[in-house]
């Protein structure tokens, strides 16, 4: 075990973390805000790059943004490490942040202690979908879990509903060259993300480390049910084809068919849109998403089916007429034991309490690990809040878990 002098590395984070959720790193002040091609993520990647090129890294960033930093000449083998520095649009200081900052954390320690382990750090573009809908965007493009069609016509800006290629291009990316990201993961002999819990196991157990042997799959899709936007006073009950109650009726039936369903199966709606959303207007129309998740594939997909079925069901039953649109799904996804037994054989030379643990947050890793022998470290955050300004995690234990990942590595190269 590299005797790491933790209260160093403490006190790095914690400044890296303070840097970052200052001004000039987020699009508004009540939380942090920032996604692909917006200026704060820009000074994002910038602060990461002049970090990593004092260590003697060299930065580059894949053809879509994805950044990739390495201390050994392209084509030697290399372990990964990272995460993402984007944030959800409500988002925390810490999510995903925090593990790009342990895995610079990982970097400065094996400078400083000379071990000359063979590192990448990467930090993934667009994970939690912020700019564009699509979560883990960077890590399935690089996976080549989208198509051309997707990146050219499909995924959209939320702000202003172009197209990801025409942002991409007007960043100064070229998407065109988009299959080439998949080359970032050629060298990798494995990888460990660092990553906040995002719910409260660890806290309510007692212990600061949480090892991941695997990631809970997902479907994201949206629901559109059209009806007809009636005056609220003048028009009857009997007359109405209010898809509001389409909207309600669901949101209840999913509620039910997750609980149902058992093993870890969760189902949520998220956003919902009503047009024209006016107090004394039925709405004419109504657009809801819906996020399904669990460990076991047949489980949450299982539900995702039944709930499309009900809400087309429902709304027929009521005279209009319901789409469902699948925006995405990822398998759940199991990671690598070697890598897990590492990190478990370094946790516990700490002396510090661990935990293994499965995530119920998607992460990039689920992508990494179709090619790469993948793990996960989890350190606790505050009562679990987390996708809100809240979120609250220590440095303390980052530290901590650089000290395991960059031993564990040390024990798999
Ligand atoms: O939603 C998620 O699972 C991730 O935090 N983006
Ligand atoms: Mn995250
Ligand atoms: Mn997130």
């Known amino acids: 075990m590299t005797a790491i002098d933790r209260e160093r590395s403490t006190a790095r984070i914690a400044g890296d973390l303070e840097t970052l959720s200052g001004p000039g790193y987020t699009l508004t002040h009540e939380a942090i805000r920032r996604y692909a091609y917006t200026p704060p993520y820009r000074r994002t990647l910038d602060y990461f790059t002049r970090e990593l090129e004092a260590l003697g890294f060299t930065v580059t960033e894949d053809p879509v943004g994805t950044l990739v930093a390495r201390n050994r000449p392209p084509g030697e083998p290399v372990f990964g490490v990272g995460s993402h520095c984007d944030s959800n649009r409500n988002g925390g200081r810490y999510d995903g942040t925090m593990g790009v900052v342990t895995a610079l954390e990982v970097c400065r320690l094996n400078e400083e202690h000379g071990l000359g382990l063979p590192l990448q750090l990467i930090s993934f573009l667009e994970e939690?979908?912020?700019?564009?809908?699509?979560?883990?965007?960077?890590?399935?493009?690089?996976?080549?879990?989208?198509?051309?069609?997707?990146?050219?016509?499909?995924?959209?800006?939320?702000?202003?509903?172009?197209?990801?290629?025409?942002?991409?291009?007007?960043?100064?990316?070229?998407?065109?060259?988009?299959?080439?990201?998949?080359?970032?993961?050629?060298?990798?002999?494995?990888?460990?993300?660092?990553?906040?819990?995002?719910?409260?196991?660890?806290?309510?157990?007692?212990?600061?480390?949480?090892?991941?042997?695997?990631?809970?799959?997902?479907?994201?899709?949206?629901?559109?049910?059209?009806?007809?936007?009636?005056?609220?006073?003048?028009?009857?009950?009997?007359?109405?084809?209010?898809?509001?109650?389409?909207?309600?009726?669901?949101?209840?039936?999913?509620?039910?068919?997750?609980?149902?369903?058992?093993?870890?199966?969760?189902?949520?709606?998220?956003?919902?849109?009503?047009?024209?959303?006016?107090?004394?207007?039925?709405?004419?129309?109504?657009?809801?998403?819906?996020d399904i998740r669990g460990p076991e594939d047949d489980a949450y997909r299982g539900v995702a089916t039944a709930i499309g079925s009900f809400a087309q069901e429902a709304a027929r039953r009521r005279g209009m007429e319901a789409r469902v649109t699948e925006r995405q799904t990822l398998p759940a996804t199991p990671l690598d034991t070697r890598i897990v037994g590492a990190l478990e054989e370094a946790a516990r030379a700490t002396g510090e309490p661990f935990m293994r643990m499965h995530s119920g947050a998607a992460h990039d890793t689920m992508c990494v690990a179709e090619r790469v022998p993948s793990a996960m470290v989890f350190v606790p955050c505050k009562d679990g809040i987390s996708h809100h300004p809240a979120e609250e995690a220590r440095p303390a234990d980052a530290a901590l878990a650089a000290g395991i990942i960059l031993d564990a590595i040390a024990a798999l190269s």
């Open 128 to 290: 939690e979908g912020s700019g564009f809908g699509q979560m883990l965007l960077g890590s399935r493009i690089m996976l080549q879990r989208v198509t051309e069609e997707d990146l050219r016509e499909r995924f959209r800006a939320l702000d202003d509903g172009r197209s990801f290629w025409e942002h991409a291009e007007e960043a100064g990316y070229e998407p065109a060259r988009w299959r080439e990201s998949s080359r970032v993961l050629d060298d990798l002999t494995g990888w460990i993300e660092m990553h906040i819990e995002q719910a409260r196991v660890l806290q309510d157990t007692g212990n600061r480390i949480g090892l991941v042997h695997a990631i809970a799959g997902y479907v994201h899709a949206d629901v559109h049910v059209e009806g007809r936007g009636d005056h609220a006073g003048a028009t009857p009950m009997d007359l109405r084809l209010d898809p509001t109650t389409v909207l309600a009726e669901t949101v209840l039936e999913l509620e039910r068919l997750a609980v149902a369903a058992g093993r870890g199966t969760v189902g949520t709606v998220g956003e919902i849109e009503v047009d024209p959303g006016l107090i004394n207007a039925i709405a004419s129309r109504v657009r809801f998403s819906l």
